[in-house]
């Protein structure tokens, strides 16, 4: 299955139409956390579910291919949640493929492209214990690039506290870090599947120089009581 062949399928109107309802809608930066209406409930991305995973004439890279191309024009969480539940019938060379594309896309300047990977992070794989450890380190590799890194700490808060910590040290010496380190611990501490260990964090957070008036300090201080 080619892209060309599934915009034909749904018709180019219906499918310009929703690319441009998803990219309005996955610009927000709630990171999943908003309890309110998405803009966009799109339909499509479920109808579009089998002509991308279960098309028996390509294998998994093409699959995978052909799952970030149509992502791109339409970047919503409805294309990711299904990848999710492919992810574990990919090979070892599939995984990498997977994270390749993920990484460059949160890395990139392209919001609407980022935020729907950062919430499939938070609660398809890093609350997941079958693949938080392999999905933190694929996108915390010693050579992540800073914008990757800035994507991935704001929604690592259900990542074992013991994984995240060598990040922290890694990045603790430079102070421009030391917000993103910041809002990482927020969600350790108050995300619903958030995994800290209050004491360590404790440690961390005195050595964090944070704006005067930061939000949510003095409740993250008393959290980690």
Do not use: N
């Not at 919503?76 to 990484?103: I, K, T």
């Not at 995240?164 to 501490?189: M, N, Q, T």
């Amino acid at each position: 299955m080619t892209k060309g062949e599934l915009v034909e399928i749904v018709g180019r109107e219906r499918y310009r139409r929703e690319c441009e309802l998803a990219r309005a809608d996955a610009v927000r930066q709630d990171y999943g956390r908003d309890s309110g209406e998405h803009l966009a409930d799109l339909e499509l991305p479920h109808e579009l579910e089998h002509s991308i995973w279960d098309d028996g004439r390509d294998g998994w890279p093409e699959r995978i291919a052909l799952l970030f191309a149509v992502y791109d024009d339409m970047p919503a969480y409805g294309h990711l949640m299904y990848a999710r539940d492919r992810y574990s019938e990919f090979a070892p060379e599939d995984r990498e493929r997977w994270w390749s594309a993920v990484r460059a896309r949160l890395a990139g300047s392209d919001a609407a492209l980022r935020q729907p990977l950062q919430y499939s992070l938070w609660c398809d794989f890093f609350e997941d214990p079958d693949t938080v450890e392999e999905a933190w380190g694929a996108v915390t590799r010693p050579d992540a690039a800073a914008a990757l890194l800035r994507a991935v700490l704001p929604v690592s808060g259900p990542v074992p506290y013991e994984l995240k910590s060598p990040v922290y040290e890694r990045l603790l010496g430079d102070p421009a870090w030391h917000e993103a380190i910041f809002e990482s611990l927020l969600g350790s501490a108050f995300d619903v599947y958030g995994d800290v260990d209050k004491e360590a964090a404790r440690r961390t957070l005195s050595r964090l120089q944070l704006t005067a008036g930061l939000a949510h300090v003095d409740d993250l201080r008393a959290k980690l009581v």
